[in-house]
């Protein structure tokens, strides 16, 4: 049996549940072929729909970024050091689960989150003893950490308290060796979104997923230290729109409006030439659990 890759980290906005909508809206060409020659995905975050191509279609060159960098310090040390992390994982699953409950909290904030958020790396400068140790850190926490969510505050500290897992799967050593085994032809970057497009030398199928303009006041979309506002928004349908000029495809996700204002016509005027698609997805859009739900989100394309 295969063993096909996927995400290795919990995401919040994941993709996972949207990826037979999004395998349906891809370019006749690639569905007919199931051949991607260019692949571009520049707001990589978990990466369901990066895993879900690779797994299902012939990915001829891909290319992976995101602007934060301890997730893709991350995908680069599996790309890389994949053993030396497999033993950093084993090691906090072994010392973690042997903990009473009560002793966990401990654990959490002195072994796990001070020590993630006391370790400064940067994608540039590579130190494989410190890449590899932030990189282990980061899966522990969002296996340990409440609801699996990736948060930083304004300095860039990870700041999620601790979960309740009773039995966290810290070291999944078996989906880490086959993600290594996808990203050996992959290209991993790490910056803004537009530097990523801006580097496309070739026709390319682009899948743009960027933080979602939030329904409430006390929307979340803070994955990194960066917000992405309503100004980011319109930047980035300006270089969609560049990118359909130079003959890209392009698929976009992004919230609709209309679920909380059925007259925010925010995306549909923005991406007034395209085909803006409404699709079902089950989300909380509320701050409390009593706000999850069916709602629509937007699928976007050019073609």
Known sequence: MIAYAK?????AGGKRQLLD????????????TKVINSYIEPFLGGGAVFFFLQNNFTVKNSTISDINEDLMITYKVIQKHPN???SELEKFQKEYCSLKMEDR????????????NELSVTFKSENKTDWIKKASLLIALNRTCFNGLFRQ?????FNVPIGKYENPKICDSENIL??????????????SYKGALKKISKKSFIYLDPPYRPLSENGFTKYSKEDFNDKDQKELARE???LDKAGH???????????TNAKDNFFDDLYSEFDVQRISAKRNISSNGNGRGNITELLIKNY
């Open 105 to 116: 909290k401990e654990y959490y904030y002195n072994k796990l989150r001070t020590p993630f």
């Open 240 to 242: 969609v729109k560049r």
């Open 84 to 86: 030396e992390m497999i």
């Open 7 to 11: 995400p290795f980290l919990k995401w």
């Open 153 to 157: 505050n304004s300095k860039g500290e």
């Open 21 to 32: 909508q999004i395998e349906r809206n891809l370019p006749e060409s690639i569905k007919d």
């Open 178 to 191: 086959s993600v290594h085994k996808v990203l050996q032809n992959t290209e991993i970057e790490c910056g």
């Open 249 to 259: 495809s392009v698929l976009l996700s992004n919230s609709d409006p209309k679920n």
